[in-house]
């Protein structure tokens, strides 16, 4: 469990210096590892708060990519299309 909270603490310390492509590698060591060690169900549930997360990283490095559009929808994840400003 320590090693889990100390990959959490270098995603978090990734993602605010704004480096999304090592945040997302962290996020997948993060994922097998917790996989390997997952026996309860609280531990399964974490794991697919993971993946989700996972999935909106790798979703705002592709709108990020975009330098001319602002989009609320890194704001707004679960949101999907609904709020989009051009």
Avoid at 7 to 14: A, E, K, R, V
Avoid at 28 to 54: A, C, E, M, W
Wanted: hydrophobic share 45%; glycine share 6%.
């Amino acid at each position: 469990m320590h090693g889990l909270l100390h990959s959490f603490n270098s995603l978090t310390g990734l993602l605010h210096k704004g480096e999304s492509k090592a945040a997302l590698e962290e996020a997948k060591q993060i994922t097998t590892q917790f996989v390997k060690n997952s026996t309860s169900s609280i531990q399964i549930f974490i794991f697919g708060i993971l993946l989700l997360f996972r999935k909106w990283i790798s979703y705002n490095q592709r709108i990020l990519r975009t330098k001319n559009v602002w989009d609320l929808r890194i704001l707004f994840p679960f949101f999907g299309n609904s709020i989009c400003i051009f």
